[in-house]
């Protein structure tokens, strides 16, 4: 019986075990997707308790606290103390055994603050006050916790009308570490409100000196955003959509539809869909020439809960796996740019796992040799970014594609607290390999190549393909 989170935690033979403490656990971190705040690292933030920087925004936890009956007020209430809201954290801690919650939980306890002690009522207190009491140290602020992880480059999530003041002063000051900004210009492409648009718009026009009154502009406007993007390092944009659209539609159809619900008129879902497509075409083709990557989250249910929405807002955890059927939409949208050769480098991430095959094998149709992996499937994401959801996604990749030429991980988190998520990921990995050479379905002889095919996951790969 091996003992719960001992340094051999997830590798389950010595091959495993090599893989992991000889090659994956020196590399660094590219954490190139994360929604990190950049004013925290701008300001070297310091977290008032492990409440704050564990339990804030963290809808993980809140769907877990929810499901073992805690009472809304100690996850997203304003009337509840930091240590009540812990309290209910641990007393729900146990519950949460074989969900992922269990093992990051431990994991990020023993790697940040030392504890290797399990979190039940019995702990919480103890646990609360050592944390605590670390946390008021220099040693724990935002970027001391990201020099304490090795982390060497993060990509936050950013709005194109961002003004990016704090990546600027993140440079300014030399801190080692880069935070890039990622372009996500989903509102540009949110038609469904009229009104929601036209506010946007107008934020978009103000902020990039273009007078928007049509189409035309708002492109014009978007490509100088972007150009400002790029001076301060951005290189990958990343699009958060239900599903791919390839709607036909002609230049004309798309100005008409703007003038329409720029104008304040809702739009038939026809329009709405020709308008997306339209969009992303003209997204492709702009990070096609700036040499960026393009990241697609595709397939969630956002805010099911009607009732929780009006009192919460998004992200607060109501969302969930969605069943699209969308693969001849994702070909169609990746043949029209192909077919230009504007096609730039992509990272596809499904959230439903019944879509593994149909992702890896649609990577293969738009290889074209001038980047190794330049299609990518992209590491097991939100509900599927757990042992089992990486071992499906790399599974998948190995057999229809090429796993090592996979970039691997990213934390999609804006808690300082989930670079653990890359040990996760590396012991996964690890455990994989291992166990496919201890059972001879890979050679020992190759032991060397094996070991750098996990370094060039767990880092190399990345920083090769984003030229970082």
């Known amino acids: 019986m091996k003992d719960f989170m001992s340094k051999d935690f997830l590798l389950q033979t010595e091959t495993a075990q090599k893989l992991f403490h000889e090659h994956a656990a020196k590399m660094?971190?590219?954490?190139?997707h994360c929604h990190l705040i950049p004013k925290m690292v701008a300001d070297d933030y310091k977290f008032r308790s492990i409440t704050?920087?564990?339990l804030g925004g963290d809808?993980?936890?809140w769907r877990a606290m929810r499901t073992n009956g805690i009472d809304e007020k100690y996850c997203t209430g304003k009337d509840t103390t930091d240590w009540e809201k812990f309290e209910k954290w641990a007393e729900t801690v146990p519950y949460t055994m074989r969900n992922p919650l269990y093992h990051w939980t431990h994991l990020e306890l023993k790697t940040a603050f030392g504890i290797e002690k399990l979190l039940s009522p019995a702990t919480a207190r103890e646990i609360f006050d050592e944390c605590n009491a670390k946390l008021a140290t220099p040693a724990y602020t935002a970027r001391n916790i990201m020099r304490r992880y090795n982390v060497e480059v993060v990509c936050t999530t950013d709005d194109p009308v961002d003004s990016l003041e704090y990546h600027q002063k993140v440079k300014d000051d030399g801190f080692e570490i880069k935070m890039l900004p990622a372009w996500r210009p989903d509102k540009a492409m949110a038609v469904e409100?009229?009104?929601?648009f036209r506010a946007y718009v107008e934020k978009l026009s103000d902020v990039s000196g273009v007078n928007i009154s049509s189409f035309d502009d708002m492109i014009l406007a978007l490509r100088k955003r972007q150009d400002f993007f790029a001076s301060m390092g951005c290189k990958l944009s990343d699009h958060g959509i239900e599903e791919f659209y390839a709607e036909d539609y002609t230049d004309a159809e798309i100005k008409a539809i703007f003038n329409k619900v720029y104008g304040g008129t809702t739009l038939s879902r026809e329009e709405v869909l020709k308008?997306?497509?339209?969009m992303m075409v003209i997204f492709g083709e702009m990070d096609h020439a700036k040499g960026w990557t393009q990241q697609f989250h595709y397939g969630a249910i956002r805010d099911n809960n009607s009732?929780?929405?009006?009192?919460?807002g998004p992200d607060t955890g109501f969302d969930s796996i969605g069943s699209f059927n969308t693969a001849k939409a994702m070909s169609k949208f990746l043949n029209r740019l192909a077919s230009q050769d504007k096609l730039t480098k992509t990272i596809i991430y499904n959230l439903n796992p019944c879509d593994n095959e149909v992702v890896a094998t649609m990577l293969g149709n738009f290889q074209d040799g001038t980047v190794a992996g330049k299609i990518q499937f992209g590491s097991g994401w939100w509900f599927l970014d757990q042992k089992d959801g990486m071992e499906k996604q790399m599974n998948a990749l190995s057999l229809l594609g090429l796993l090592s030429r996979f970039v691997g991980m990213l934390t999609d988190s804006r808690s300082f607290l989930s670079y653990p998520r890359h040990e996760y990921f590396r012991r996964t990995l690890c455990n994989l390999l291992g166990n496919d050479v201890e059972n001879g379905l890979l050679p020992a002889s190759e032991i060397d190549f094996i070991g750098q095919m996990v370094e060039n996951i767990s880092y190399n790969n990345a920083k090769n393909f984003f030229q970082f």
């Open 193 to 196: 409100n009229a009104a929601n």
């Open 52 to 54: 704050e920087i564990w």
């Open 59 to 61: 809808h993980y936890k």
């Open 275 to 278: 308008f997306k497509s339209a």
């Open 28 to 32: 660094p971190i590219i954490d190139y």
């Open 307 to 312: 009732r929780m929405f009006k009192l919460l």
